[in-house]
Nanobody, 118 residues
């Protein structure tokens, strides 16, 4: 499975962006998907996750109420709607797929840069 993230860009504080993650290849595994981010000089952190059925989602405290993760399994797409963006949201955002057997985040996309200006 290959993952391709897109949708990043430059936005003013308070604005919105929607990131997309397209999965290609052998996508038959029912994987939990996630978005992570890494700001300059900081460690990568988990932003949000969504299970295959989308029944369960998880959000980091720093994005709760502002970001929404969703997925369209028919199109092999995962989205991250980001509203009320803050300068501290500036980071490279990565999508990832959890291995259904081992439970680790084993698959990663190339990342898309989000820059929020104040």
């Amino acid at each position: 499975v290959q993952l391709q993230a897109s949708g990043g860009g430059l936005v003013q504080a308070g604005g919105s962006l929607r990131l997309s993650c397209a999965a290609s290849g052998r996508t038959e595994s029912r994987r939990t998907m996630g978005w992570f981010r890494q700001a300059p000089g900081k460690e990568r952190e988990l932003v949000a996750t969504i299970t295959w059925t989308a029944i369960r989602t998880y959000y980091g405290d720093y994005v709760k109420g502002r970001f929404t993760i969703s997925r369209d399994n028919a199109k092999n797409l995962v989205y991250l709607q980001m509203n009320s963006l803050k300068p501290e949201d500036t980071a490279v955002y990565y999508c990832s797929a959890k291995d259904p057997i081992f439970g680790n985040w084993g698959l990663w996309g190339q990342g898309t840069l989000v820059t929020v200006s104040s």
